[in-house]
């Protein structure tokens, strides 16, 4: 199943119901006897980080064993996927996962995992949709203003994003060249760094996942001008499209899953899984996510290890168009 290509709504749908399907009832007796490391690619306060900590409490809380938050965040999160793909396979070493493990293979060529064969996809968690926004020093309170605005000045705009190689990169080199307008990319460790310097000023323009993004925008400190995936956020429903802007062909989602090394006993693979569903179908929990702009979004190991095979199919082509690579 091609999940890029579903509406968002039965996306969700199709994931919740196939995660209520793969709760074998021998799976209910592994539990971990000491600590669970849960890394994570990329500095604090970012989209992953955020994800991470609150499922890290909650699993916690389940186990009633301590689910441990490791921040490695370093060369857009190769550093992270390359510890976790080297870790034993004994269930006390997890890593959240995004979308950027199915586009960092094609531009760095020394890597040493491959999302396919390295890890043990256990579930999808959440989605989001990315961000334009620019520091309300820009004079532009809308997408049309910004794009006639950097057409005007070529070259003027930098835009940062949470590392080189990654989704909010990608979507921000569709947004120039679907506009046509230049502007230089200014990679950071993580989202949280990208967007103090958008909120200080640093930087003026950012694309950014949604979530750490709408405080700022609701306290006036930057703009949100419009989102990359297909429809409107239910957090920012005022806020537009990049299609409805006028930049049609422009849909680009962040999605957080949760992995633990290749061969990590099925038992393990199973238990979390089921854990994480439940975790996440809890109505509390999607309100809560959804406030700060998730989607909870469960899956199956099988579903899971799906999309990474068909992240890597949509993003190698325009990868190799964009002439990305790095040692």
Not at 107 to 134: E, N
């Given at each position: 199943?091609?999940?890029?290509?579903?509406?968002?709504?039965?996306?969700?749908?199709?994931?919740?119901?196939?995660?209520?399907?793969?709760?074998?009832?021998?799976?209910?007796?592994?539990?971990?006897?000491?600590?669970?490391?849960?890394?994570?690619?990329?500095?604090?306060?970012?989209?992953?980080?955020?994800?991470?900590?609150?499922?890290?409490?909650?699993?916690?809380?389940?186990?009633?064993?301590?689910?441990?938050?490791?921040?490695?965040?370093?060369?857009?999160?190769?550093?992270?996927?390359?510890?976790?793909?080297?870790?034993?396979?004994?269930?006390?070493?997890?890593?959240?996962?995004?979308?950027?493990?199915?586009?960092?293979?094609?531009?760095?060529?020394?890597?040493?995992?491959?999302?396919?064969?390295?890890?043990?996809?256990?579930?999808?968690?959440?989605?989001?949709?990315?961000?334009?926004?620019?520091?309300?020093?820009?004079?532009a309170t809308t997408?049309?203003?910004?794009?006639?605005?950097?057409?005007?000045?070529p070259g003027f705009?930098?835009?940062?994003?949470?590392?080189?190689?990654?989704?909010?990169?990608?979507?921000?080199?569709?947004?120039?060249?679907?506009?046509?307008?230049?502007?230089?990319?200014?990679?950071?460790?993580?989202?949280?760094?990208?967007?103090?310097?958008?909120?200080?000023?640093?930087?003026?323009?950012?694309?950014?996942?949604?979530?750490?993004?709408?405080?700022?925008h609701r306290a006036?400190?930057?703009?949100?001008?419009?989102?990359?995936?297909?429809?409107?956020?239910?957090?920012?429903?005022?806020?537009?499209?990049?299609?409805?802007?006028?930049?049609?062909?422009?849909?680009?989602?962040?999605?957080?899953?949760?992995?633990?090394?290749?061969?990590?006993?099925?038992?393990?693979?199973?238990?979390?899984?089921?854990?994480?569903?439940?975790?996440?179908?809890?109505?509390?929990?999607?309100?809560?996510?959804?406030?700060?702009?998730?989607?909870?979004?469960?899956?199956?190991?099988?579903?899971?290890?799906?999309?990474?095979?068909?992240?890597?199919?949509?993003?190698?082509?325009?990868?190799?168009?964009?002439?990305?690579?790095?040692?």
């Open positions: 199943m091609r999940f890029e290509h579903l509406h968002p709504r039965y996306l969700n749908a199709v994931l919740l119901a196939a995660a209520a399907c793969v709760m074998p009832t021998h799976a209910q007796g592994w539990k971990p006897d000491k600590p669970v490391r849960l890394i994570v690619a990329y500095v604090p306060d970012g989209a992953a980080d955020v994800v991470s900590r609150f499922m890290a409490e909650r699993l916690s809380s389940v186990f009633g064993q301590q689910f441990v938050v490791d921040n490695r965040p370093g060369a857009t999160g190769t550093i992270a996927l390359d510890t976790l793909a080297k870790s034993a396979p004994d269930g006390y070493t997890l890593a959240n996962v995004g979308d950027s493990a199915t586009i960092l293979p094609f531009i760095y060529r020394k890597l040493t995992w491959d999302p396919r064969t390295s890890f043990a996809p256990i579930s999808l968690m959440t989605t989001q949709p990315l961000v334009l926004a620019v520091h309300v020093s820009v004079p997408a049309k203003e910004f794009i006639a605005l950097a057409r005007a000045k705009f930098v835009f940062g994003s949470s590392g080189t190689g990654n989704s909010q990169h990608l979507a921000g080199e569709l947004i120039k060249k679907v506009a046509g307008i230049n502007m230089t990319h200014v990679p950071y460790k993580g989202g949280g760094q990208a967007i103090i310097d958008l909120v200080g000023g640093q930087i003026p323009v950012a694309v950014l996942g949604s979530s750490p993004v709408i405080p700022y006036g400190k930057v703009r949100i001008l419009a989102v990359t995936a297909r429809r409107r956020s239910s957090a920012l429903p005022d806020v537009p499209t990049l299609a409805e802007t006028g930049l049609p062909g422009i849909d680009v989602s962040q999605w957080l899953s949760l992995a633990a090394p290749a061969k990590t006993p099925k038992e393990i693979v199973t238990r979390l899984n089921a854990e994480v569903a439940k975790i996440l179908a809890a109505p509390s929990t999607r309100e809560k996510l959804e406030a700060i702009g998730f989607e909870a979004t469960p899956s199956s190991p099988q579903e899971l290890a799906a999309m990474y095979r068909a992240g890597m199919e949509r993003w190698g082509p325009l990868v190799k168009a964009l002439k990305l690579e790095l040692d």
